[in-house]
């Protein structure tokens, strides 16, 4: 599929409160400039021609905009978030031509290392047919679910795997399944297609070094893999 049928989503309104730093995650240093651009520059080499939608918070766009400014950076397109990630998402939707017809993919600002062979094989799944497809991990630990009283159980670690971003799904689904009600079941944007009842997404491989920035020390561990 042509890459101008596709828009990437980047959704970063968050706050990053987990991160601990005076400023949300995504405006924080990586390699001298916020992380946000490193992640909006690897959705461009790995999707060439693609439109992407850029997600932020009403506080920081005047800020963002005084960054891009700073070093030089064309900013995508922006859209106001919402309350919640739920809510930013649908906002993005929103600001696309009723009519589009193409893939949208969903991406956390805060997972900065895309590559060009998670993108393809997330394609590859939505041109065979599949309404939405995600990247994952197996898990390498093992696992174990928590029980009432402080008791747990073990449990089938590869019954699990580990969710990553972007998801791509078929863009007229995907605004259908935003167009209604949010609920608290719905924790990423395959659980919101599945409550529209478009069925569980396919997986494809994810990478380990496409990970979400969470902590300091995510920043440390980025850094390695960007050498």
Same mark, same amino acid.
């Given at each position: 599929?042509?890459?101008?049928?596709?828009?990437?989503?980047?959704?970063?309104?968050?706050?990053?409160?987990?991160?601990?730093?005076?400023?949300?995650?995504?405006?924080?240093? !990586?390699?001298?400039?916020?992380?946000?651009?490193?992640?909006?520059?690897?959705?461009?080499?790995?999707?060439?021609?693609?439109?992407?939608?850029?997600?932020?918070?009403?506080?920081?766009?005047?800020?963002?905009?005084?960054?891009?400014?700073?070093?030089?950076?064309?900013?995508?397109?922006?859209?106001?978030?919402?309350? %919640?990630?739920?809510?930013?998402?649908?906002?993005?939707?929103?600001?696309?031509?009723?009519? !589009?017809?193409?893939?949208?993919?969903?991406?956390?600002?805060?997972?900065? &290392?895309?590559?060009?062979?998670?993108?393809?094989?997330?394609?590859?799944?939505?041109?065979?047919?599949?309404?939405?497809?995600?990247?994952?991990?197996?898990?390498?630990?093992?696992?174990?679910?928590?029980?009432?009283?402080?008791?747990?159980?073990?449990?089938?670690?590869?019954?699990?795997?580990?969710?990553?971003?972007?998801?791509?799904?078929?863009?007229?689904?995907?605004?259908?399944? !935003? %167009?209604?009600? !949010?609920?608290?079941?719905?924790?990423?944007?395959?659980?919101?297609?599945?409550?529209?009842?478009?069925?569980?997404?396919?997986?494809?491989?994810?990478?380990?070094? &496409?990970?979400?920035?969470?902590?300091?020390?995510?920043?440390?561990?980025?850094?390695?893999?960007?050498?």
């Amino acid at each position: 599929m042509k890459t101008e049928n596709i828009t990437v989503i980047i959704v970063g309104a968050g706050t990053g409160s987990r991160f601990g730093a005076s400023r949300p995650k995504q405006y924080c240093d !990586y390699g001298g400039r916020p992380l946000l651009m490193t992640s909006v520059e690897r959705v461009r080499e790995a999707l060439p021609g693609a439109r992407i939608v850029l997600v932020l918070a009403r506080d920081w766009v005047e800020a963002w905009s005084e960054m891009c400014t700073a070093h030089g950076f064309d900013s995508p397109d922006i859209v106001t978030g919402g309350a %919640s990630r739920w809510q930013s998402v649908r906002n993005a939707i929103d600001s696309l031509p009723a009519d !589009y017809r193409g893939i949208i993919m969903v991406h956390d600002a805060a997972r900065p &290392l895309l590559s060009p062979a998670v993108a393809g094989r997330l394609l590859s799944a939505i041109e065979a047919g599949a309404s939405g497809a995600v990247p994952v991990l197996e898990m390498a630990d093992s696992i174990r679910r928590r029980l009432p009283g402080g008791a747990s159980e073990a449990v089938d670690r590869s019954l699990f795997v580990r969710i990553q971003t972007p998801q791509a799904f078929d863009a007229a689904k995907l605004r259908q399944a !935003y %167009s209604l009600p !949010y609920n608290s079941t719905m924790t990423d944007d395959a659980s919101v297609m599945e409550a529209a009842g478009f069925g569980a997404p396919a997986l494809v491989a994810g990478d380990e070094v &496409l990970m979400k920035v969470t902590s300091p020390g995510d920043m440390d561990i980025l850094r390695i893999y960007h050498k």
